[in-house]
């Protein structure tokens, strides 16, 4: 079950830090924030980072085989990764219309699926 954990939790914690590094982008189009202060803008996504690392930390902690969990470091950070890229993907394609997939994202992606694979080995 911690692997399961795990994933959920660096899935959640992914949501957090896109909307925390681009979810002020939106904001500005929609002219919420267009005019906060540059600090304005940092202290609202370090808000939204706080979320972040509560569930990245015990992401970590969880799946690290170090900790009884199943993964080695180099398998959690690729593991970290290839769900940050999925998750900006769907959040930038929903967020911010215009930000189309094309065909070199995707192989982009499946040079991921291979470092998965590979970490694995």
């Known amino acids: 079950m911690n692997a399961v954990y795990t994933i959920l939790l660096l899935i959640s914690s992914n949501i957090f830090m896109t909307l925390a590094w681009y979810g002020h982008l939106k904001l500005q189009q929609t ?8 600090i304005g803008v940092i202290l609202f996504s ?29 398998q ?6 290839v769900i ?16 189309t997939l094309h065909w070199n994202h995707l192989a982009a992606f499946f040079c991921l ?7 694995f080995l």
Do not use: D
């Open 84 to 99: 940050s890229l999925i998750v900006f993907t769907v959040i930038a394609t929903v967020m911010f219309q215009g930000q």
């Open 113 to 119: 699926v291979l470092a998965v694979y590979f970490v």
């Open 31 to 38: 002219g919420v924030s267009s005019h906060w202060p540059l």
């Open 46 to 74: 370090w808000m939204i980072a706080f979320a972040e690392y509560c569930c990245q930390v015990p992401a970590n902690r969880l799946g690290f085989e170090g900790n009884g969990g199943p993964f080695n470091l180099m």
């Open 76 to 81: 959690l950070k690729v593991i970290q990764e």
